[in-house]
């Protein structure tokens, strides 16, 4: 869960889109402190009651180097691609949502001639699936 949904849901922050309008008006402009490649904002915080708001726990989902069967990522990637995947799904598997990540696995599998493309000549399609070499 991103910080700004439990924000959000404790009633701290809000999604209108008047953040800086709203920062300006309760806490002056000096709030704001422009730097050469940044932004800095200092908000003063106070701590806000919990009582009687249930704590969200997000699941959590164990590393993918420590499951069980205590495979490498690549090895999962390898026994996974016996039929042609795709990047997304790959991802699911390994419980990453960020395909760059994926690919970070995927890539060096693929250099080493352990994964190859179904569609070499276009390796940034959106129909691009992997295999594992035999």
């Not at 699941?59 to 090895?75: A, L, R």
């Not at 016996?82 to 419980?95: F, N, R, T, V």
Request: proline share 8%.
């Amino acid at each position: 869960m991103k910080l700004s949904d439990m924000f959000l849901q404790l009633h701290i922050s809000e999604r209108t889109g008047r953040g800086v309008p709203k920062i300006t008006e309760l806490y002056g402009k000096e709030t704001y402190e422009f730097r050469e490649n940044s932004i800095v904002v200092s908000i003063p915080f106070t701590r806000v009651s919990t009582e009687g708001i249930p704590l969200v726990v997000p699941p959590v989902i164990p590393p993918v180097e420590t499951e069980k069967d205590n495979k490498s990522v690549e090895e999962r990637i390898l026994e996974f691609c016996k039929e042609p995947k795709g990047i997304l799904e790959i991802g699911d598997m390994l419980h990453y949502k960020d395909k760059k990540t994926v690919r970070k696995y995927v890539k060096p599998l693929v250099e080493a001639g352990r994964l190859a493309m179904t569609i070499p000549d276009k390796p940034n399609s959106s129909l691009q699936k992997y295999v594992t070499i035999k």
